[in-house]
Every structure is written in C-alpha cells, then in structure tokens.
C-alpha cells in the first residue's frame, strides 16, 4: 500500500462501511437471496427435463453462472453508486473531509468495506445454498464451486469500482442511480447482443482474436469464460471452446484481466474525487 496512506484511517472507514451494511441486514438478505436460487438450481435445475436432485456440480455452476451474470452485476452497482454523492448530499462529506484523513483513504476504505460486505454475503449466501448436497461433493467438486464462488466476488468488486466511479462523477443520488441501472443494462443485456449482431453483420469474417478481445470489454463475460473453460461439460454447454482464442481461455490471464476491471475504474475514481 502506498506510504501516503494512513491505513488505520482506511481501516476506521472500510469499518463503517461494513458496519453500516450489516446493521441494515443487507449482507443478510443477499445471502439468503443466494442461498435460495443456490439450493434452488442444484436440486430442481434439471426439473424440466422431468428428473429433480443434485446433478453434479458442473451442471450446477453452468446454471448458476446465468444467474450470477444478472445478480451480482446490479446487487453490486446498487451497493455502492451512492458511496460518495450521498455523503455530499447528506453533508457528511465536508465534515468527513475536514478531518486528518486525505481522500484516498476515504476512496479505499469505502470501497474495502463495501467489497467486505459483497464478498460476505457471496460466501455465506453460495455456501449455505450448496450445503445439503455437501456429502455428494467431492474434494475437486469442492474446489471447482470455490472457484466459482469466488470468480462471483471478482465480478462484483469490478462492477462495485464502477460503481463507486459512478457515484464520484454524479453531481446528485438520482442521477447516479439512473447511471448505475443503465451500466447493468449495457453490461448484462445490450453488449452481447450487440457483439452477436456485428457476427452476424460481418458473416463470420469478425476473426475469433477480436471476438475474444471484445468479450475483454465487458467483466460479466470474462466471469462467464472463467466458469465455462474450468470444465468440459460446461464448454459443451456453451459452445465457445472453438471460437475463443486459446490464450483467453486461459484463468490466469482472465483473473488478470478481471483485477484489471476491479483496478482502472477506482483510479479513475481517485483521479476524479475533488
């Protein structure tokens, strides 16, 4: 961490934050949001095809992961789009400022906390969901769903720094939310659609390298291709395995990519909080 940061003042912040989300049980109820749709999709996922109980834990995540893509995004953007503007709305802001506390310290704590309170509620949520299957899991189905769970926190903390961006940019809470709600559109609706248009448009001659490069620009799909090449059966489900360039199936690069995400958007932040 940089020597210019008080890290006891980051810590006094990012507490407050976390504080402030428990005390209003929000960490509780996203769990229990998660928990449900968890238990939900491994025991009834294959209902449709006529057979109900857990399936394996490849079919679980593969129909986890839509779900995540459409949660996670907006439960995030929610979470943090009014960090900053609220605090000048209310006031609070000024004081906070007026203290020996500089405004990187204010930044990182907020955003420490608010991903303190996403990733708590991810893990207790998943975690709870998946434990009346716990004796039909094996140790690498265990490790397989951890993985996942956590891609999940990563997915948030990107969309929680474009949200806190969000919030330092707009000049009042009812301006920041309409943005915040028309990132998720764009991100979870919109861009896919608009990527599988330009396919179609240019008739196959879009070369996989800028497919896999444009899929870059959007970290709900950089989730979904964690979770897709982590195992066979779900690239079978999804069919990208032939179109993707093989360095971006890669978890290393993808996880990177993803830090990424989480990165530029709080730099920005800073750069902008005046």
């Keep these: 961490m940089p020597k210019f940061l008080d890290c006891a003042q980051v810590r006094i912040i990012a507490g407050k934050e976390f504080r402030d989300r428990i005390r209003n049980l929000w960490v509780l109820s996203v769990a229990l949001i998660f928990s449900l749709f968890a238990l939900a999709i491994a025991y009834f996922g294959t209902a449709q095809q006529g057979t109900v109980g857990f399936r394996g834990i490849d079919v679980t995540i593969a129909s986890l992961v839509s779900l995540v893509i459409y949660l996670v995004p907006l439960i995030a953007l929610i979470l943090g789009y009014d960090a900053v503007v609220g605090e000048r709305e209310r006031g609070s802001m000024e004081l906070l400022l007026s203290m020996p506390i500089t405004r990187s310290e204010i930044l990182l704590g907020k955003y420490i906390g608010l991903s303190g309170a996403l990733a708590v509620s991810t893990l207790a949520g998943f975690g709870a969901g998946l434990l009346p299957m716990a004796s039909q899991l094996s140790t690498a189905d265990v490790y397989h769903y951890a993985g996942f769970v956590l891609s999940a926190i990563l997915m948030g903390m990107a969309f929680l720094s474009l949200s806190l961006l969000v919030s330092v940019l707009s000049s009042d809470r009812m301006r920041a939310s309409g943005i915040a709600i028309a990132l998720w559109f764009f991100f979870v609706l919109i861009f896919d659609l608009v990527l599988t248009g330009a396919l179609v448009v240019s008739d196959g001659s879009l070369g996989s390298g800028v497919?896999?490069?444009l899929l870059m620009l959007n970290p709900a799909d950089i989730f979904r291709l964690l979770?897709?090449?982590?195992?066979?059966?779900v690239q079978s489900?999804?069919?990208l395995?032939?179109?993707?360039?093989?360095r971006l199936t890669d978890p290393a690069i993808l996880t990177a990519i993803m830090c990424g995400w989480i990165t530029a958007p709080f730099l920005i932040a800073r750069w902008r909080f005046k």
């Design 211 to 213: 497919f896999g490069a």
């Design 227 to 233: 979770n897709i090449f982590s195992s066979e059966q």
């Design 241 to 246: 395995a032939t179109v993707m360039p093989a």
């Design 237 to 239: 489900m999804y069919g």
